[in-house]
């Protein structure tokens, strides 16, 4: 079904509880809801946004259409919770009706200030030409859970030399200055990252551009972070317009980052390696971080892109938020560990050990649709070895190694029903280990796969039916000794049992 102009800015104020309904009962009947994960009640879930620590609580809020599998009218969705796990569904936290987020209430961040949880998010404008006006503004949250908007945008005009894709601003605070940096494209159609600096969040200086070497890197960087770590600085973002170049920059649109010296903000230069890739899977993108209160630096993604078509379409849903990973540096590299506190959600435990040789082995307790699994390889002479995931009789997900390209290889070829197909169905990564150690999280319609102790991750979402659960271990042309832990998954407390009325409205 084609989606019209009219059908894509529908308000979901404006639709009546028997609709609403109708369109949650259509999403619950769907084979593949995720079970721990963020997802939306109904329509379509992008990127994160105002992940924040605040009055006791993390939150995390995202882009939503309520109405259908589709990019139209955007509001930010609330959900928050105590220890990172267990998600409540809070409602909609900003709705899009004011004259400076009419078309959308877009991506941005949120920090604690002055005691209340103050947002910044791009507000989306079209005018009847439908040309694009973005202004940037502030909504400030209080203890008792309400958004209140600014009535004036905090800025409210693109700078000269940018054109009007200019948007997702990120906050931090620094000694006593507040700073923001917002994704931008220069007219020239090269993408970057602008830097303004306020001292009370009203009032915001353009600082100028952030000084990279990537002065033609894509035509757009959206969803910008920067924070420091280990003594370094790290510049997040997503650039659209890479072309593929070997293994790399296989997805619609990209994300990754700069490691390199502290951001020098009084000239704004930032001298750093070379852009990695966060994940090598098929679907993350706009990822956003927060600092917790013991000062972890955690990391959310959207596991999903845009334009591209997914099975759950027809149930009038898509996409959900990764797990949330600590980052840290190791090496000159980021590393991505799942946050320490999943492990609250380790049900029933199987082990297994062996060694395989050129052969492919089930063992008892090693199925499933939902769980989380550890499994070390060692000793090997096998010129490929691995697991199979979510396997059936015609179905499975395989992430390998293969020792003598030494790349993991995460592989969708027969994961189920197909999905953006136009970008090919193998990822891969090169790393050169003898120790190999998956770290798996499985979900009803995902992968998340830890390699290394965060080296590299793999997020994809697969579509297989339901009864391939197999979980099998393979080596070919030689053998190899592996240990495995697998943990059923607990559902995530909170999501399911809520009527599609609370979920909408505060
Ligand atoms: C990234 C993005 C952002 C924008 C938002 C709109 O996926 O395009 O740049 O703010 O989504 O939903």
Redo the contacts with the bound molecule.
């Keep these: 079904m084609e989606w019209t102009k009219e059908q894509r800015y529908r308000r979901v104020e404006e639709v009546s509880s028997e609709e609403m309904k109708e369109l949650t009962e259509k999403v619950n009947s769907c084979q593949w809801r995720q079970t721990f994960h963020i997802q939306p009640p109904t329509g379509l879930l992008?990127?994160p946004n105002g992940f924040s620590y605040y009055n006791g609580e993390y939150h995390l809020f995202y882009?939503w259409f309520p109405l259908g599998p589709v990019?139209g009218l955007?509001y930010w969705y609330h959900t928050k919770s105590k220890d990172l796990v267990h998600w409540e569904n809070v409602g909609i936290g900003i709705h899009p009706d004011t004259e400076f987020d009419s078309h959308?209430a877009?991506?941005g961040s949120a920090i604690e200030y002055d005691g209340k949880l103050h947002i910044l998010y791009?507000g989306n404008t079209r005018d009847e030409n439908w040309i694009r006006h973005p202004y940037q503004c502030l909504a400030i949250m209080g203890e008792d859970g309400v958004v209140k908007k600014s009535d004036q945008p905090i800025i409210a005009e693109v700078p000269a030399g940018y054109t009007d894709h200019f948007?997702?601003p990120k906050v931090w605070e620094e000694g006593n200055v507040l700073y923001t940096i917002i994704?931008a494209q220069r007219e020239n159609e090269t993408g970057c990252v602008l830097l303004y600096s306020s001292s009370d969040f009203r009032n915001w200086k353009l600082e100028g551009e952030i000084q990279t070497e990537l002065e033609q890197f894509g035509y757009m960087w959206?969803?910008p972070d920067y924070f420091e770590l280990d003594n370094q600085g790290v510049l997040i973002f997503?650039p659209q317009g890479l072309e593929a170049e070997e293994d790399c920059y296989q997805n619609i649109y990209q994300s990754g980052y700069l490691l390199g010296d502290k951001l020098d903000v009084s000239n704004r230069l930032f001298t750093h390696g070379e852009f990695i890739e966060l994940d090598r899977g098929f679907d993350f993108?706009?990822q956003q971080t927060m600092q917790t209160p013991d000062g972890r630096r955690i990391l959310v993604g959207?596991m999903g892109l845009?334009e591209i078509e997914y099975p759950t379409d027809r149930n009038e849903w898509a996409h959900c938020l990764t797990l949330p990973r600590e980052l840290s540096v190791r090496d000159g590299k980021l590393i991505q560990q799942p946050v320490k506190e999943l492990q609250a959600l380790r049900g029933q435990q199987s082990k297994a050990a062996d060694t395989i040789n050129n052969q492919t082995k089930v063992y008892t307790g090693f199925s499933g649709t939902a769980y989380e699994m550890i499994c070390e390889f060692e000793n090997q002479d096998a010129v490929e070895f691995g697991l199979e995931l979510r396997a059936g009789k015609q179905e499975k997900t395989v992430i390998k190694y293969d020792a003598l390209q030494k790349k993991i290889v995460l592989d969708r070829t027969a994961s189920g029903e197909e999905v953006g197909m136009l970008y090919g169905t193998t990822r891969k990564c090169s790393l050169d280990a003898r120790k190999i150690k998956f770290h798996v999280f499985v979900d009803t319609s995902s992968v998340e796969i830890f390699i290394n102790d965060g080296e590299e991750v793999f997020t994809s979402r697969i579509f297989p039916r339901n009864h391939s659960e197999e979980i099998r271990f393979f080596a070919r042309e030689g053998q190899v000794s592996f240990q495995a832990v697998k943990w059923e998954r607990e559902q995530m407390l909170g999501q399911a049992e809520r009527s599609s009325e609370e979920l909408v409205c505060r």
């Design positions: 992008n990127d882009q990019h955007k959308g877009y991506s791009t948007r997702d994704g959206e969803c997503s993108y706009a959207w845009p």
